[in-house]
């Protein structure tokens, strides 16, 4: 009879230990009041990452840790750096690292951007300041080697998605676009010269938003570089405005008569380099442009986005005249 009794207690006491350990397994746990990070070096060993948890308040013990390991033994407990926002288990605990659901910020550029606005949007996100970007973004030593010209990175950050850390400087991020973008360079296989076509790019990427229409604004702005015209372009003035600390939303007379060596309607020829970082379909337009003899274009009043193009000055004329005509009707 004893035997039975001391095998029940036996029997009693392992399922007891078994829920207890299902209970610290699976029970959500959190000793912490705001968002945790705990960064994971290459190489922290399961024991070194079960210690750091448990001293950041994302899991009770750490033994529970390490068991988790002997469970998963085929597990691959990836390095990087995770973020913890709520109470969690173990077991959940144990599956993003094994998951690699490491954190990281996403900064979105797209093709137009220019440095001001990816500086904003790194602030935004809370990667670090606009200033400290534009710091880093106004030195072009990254890129002297392809454009000894260059007055900034301008141009060569390139448009794309990208993940970064917590940890991201300014000058690895510079890095990081730069790297995409010699890459992209490195693909259209061209003996081109980088400053002319990236500068050009710049304002076709600016001036054109309908695909089909790229090549064509490139091959005006070409007809008029070849005649000496000015480029009179909108975009270049806003850009000169930015670079000045003077822009106010719209172009108002003062900008378009401003010194400033990036105003085409005050220049001829080029601006000193690009005003915005193209994407890879305006640097093939520039490297391919429509064969046409425009000089002139205008927006259209339909809100297409298109442009209607003219080779003489009272073809253009009439453009306008029609543009405003439409828009007030319109009102």
Request: overall charge positive; aromatic content about 10%; hydrophobic content about 45%.
């Amino acid at each position: 009879m004893k035997k039975f009794v001391w095998a029940g207690l036996i029997l009693l006491s392992g399922l007891c230990v078994l829920a207890y350990f299902a209970f610290e397994l699976t029970t959500p746990f959190a000793a912490f009041q705001q968002a945790t990070f705990v960064d994971f070096p290459k190489g922290t060993s399961t024991r070194e990452m079960a210690a750091m948890l448990r001293n950041s308040g994302i899991i009770r013990h750490a033994w529970t840790f390490e068991a988790m390991r002997l469970l998963r033994r085929h597990a691959r407990l990836q390095a990087g750096e995770y973020r913890f926002t709520k109470p969690a288990s173990v077991l959940e605990v144990f599956d993003r690292i094994a998951r690699g659901d490491i954190f990281y910020y996403e900064l979105v550029v797209p093709e137009g951007n220019n440095m001001f606005d990816i500086g904003a949007s790194a602030q935004r996100l809370g990667l670090f300041t606009t200033a400290d970007f534009l710091g880093a973004a106004r030195n072009p030593s990254l890129i002297r080697d392809l454009d000894p010209q260059a007055p900034s990175l301008e141009g060569f950050l390139f448009p794309d998605t990208y993940r970064l850390s917590r940890h991201t400087t300014p000058e690895r991020l510079c890095q990081i676009m730069t790297a995409k973008f010699r890459a992209v360079w490195r693909g259209l296989h061209t003996d081109q010269a980088v400053h002319r076509t990236v500068t050009l790019a710049s304002l076709v990427e600016k001036e054109g938003k309908i695909p089909d229409e790229r090549p064509v604004i490139a091959s005006v702005f070409d007809n008029r570089l070849a005649i000496g015209m000015k480029l009179d372009c909108d975009p270049t003035t806003i850009y000169a405005a930015l670079l000045d600390g003077s822009y106010r939303g719209v172009i108002y007379k003062s900008d378009l008569q401003s010194g400033n060596p990036y105003n085409t309607y005050q220049h001829a020829g080029l601006p000193p380099g690009p005003i915005a970082n193209p994407g890879a379909a305006s640097i093939a337009a520039v490297l391919h442009p429509a064969d046409m003899s425009y000089l002139y274009f205008v927006a259209r009043a339909d809100g297409s986005g298109r442009h209607s193009f003219a080779s003489s000055l009272s073809a253009h004329e009439a453009n306008i005249a029609r543009y405003r005509a439409a828009i007030r009707l319109h009102k």
